[in-house]
T-cell receptor
Framework: KNEVEQSPQNLTAQEGEFITINCSYS?????LHWLQQHPGGGIVSLFM???GKKKHGRLIATINIQEKHSSLHITASHPRDSAVYIC?????????????FGQGTILTVHP | DTAVSQTPKYLVTQMGNDKSIKCEQN?????MYWYKQDSKKFLKIMFS???????INETVPNRFSPKSPDKAHLNLHINSLELGDSAVYFC???????????FGQGTRLTVV
């Protein structure tokens, strides 16, 4: 079992739908990252959070430290949101800086 | 002006060869990383450097050797390439070990 688990692994939506991707982790963390990888392969950091909630445009990320769970929400989804979304736990303690990745969620948004 | 740049973007080479991938960041960051993404798109950290000092070395074969001539550069040398080394390698940097990481565009290595 991975230390960082994402669900679902694949997600298909119609344009305009509200999307949620979940991430659970079993390691101690200093922060949780959400990344986006487009079909072209490049990786972009969307959020880094250690508590509460962050919002950027139509994207919202939340984290519950006690439950070791984070969610990424996309409101009013659009075909250009189609990508792989990856959560990554930034380890705390003596290993801090080490990112442990989930397996990714492949999101396809149809027009 | 690219923040984290890797060269080359594609690399095709024969088994047994030695190759290097270069990475440069112009963000003034102290920490740089190498990650490997396998055929199933799973990312895994290989190395982390902070101020030119090796911080993380994740059970990577010693055929892989990172070299950081200065804070802005972290190059990856691979000796005696094997078929299993085929993957996409990503360089990244961050201001420190707990801040947001910026990724290069990746280098797709194919060993034939």
């Amino acid at each position: 079992k991975n230390e960082v688990e994402q669900s679902p692994q694949n997600l298909t939506a119609q344009e305009g739908e509200f999307i949620t991707i979940n991430c659970s982790y079993s390691v101690g963390i200093s922060a949780l990252h959400w990344l986006q990888q487009h079909p072209g392969g490049g990786i972009v950091s969307l959020f880094m959070l250690s508590s509460g909630k962050k919002k950027h445009g139509r994207l919202i990320a939340t984290i519950n430290i006690q439950e070791k769970h984070s969610s990424l929400h996309i409101t009013a989804s659009h075909p250009r949101d189609s990508a792989v979304y990856i959560c990554a736990a930034n380890a705390g303690g003596t290993s801090y800086g080490k990112l442990t990745f989930g397996q990714g969620t492949i999101l396809t948004v149809h027009p | 002006d690219t923040a984290v740049s890797q060269t080359p973007k594609y690399l095709v080479t024969q088994m047994g060869n030695d190759k290097s991938i270069k990475c440069e960041q112009n963000l003034g960051h102290d920490t740089m990383y190498w990650y490997k993404q396998d055929s199933k798109k799973f990312l895994k950290i290989m190395f982390s450097y902070n101020n030119k000092e090796l911080i993380i070395n994740e059970t990577v074969p010693n055929r892989f050797s990172p070299k950081s001539p200065d804070k802005a550069h972290l190059n990856l040398h691979i000796n005696s390439l094997e078929l299993g080394d085929s993957a996409v390698y990503f360089c990244a940097s961050s201001r420190d070990r707990v801040t947001e990481a910026f990724f290069g565009q990746g280098t797709r290595l194919t060993v034939v």
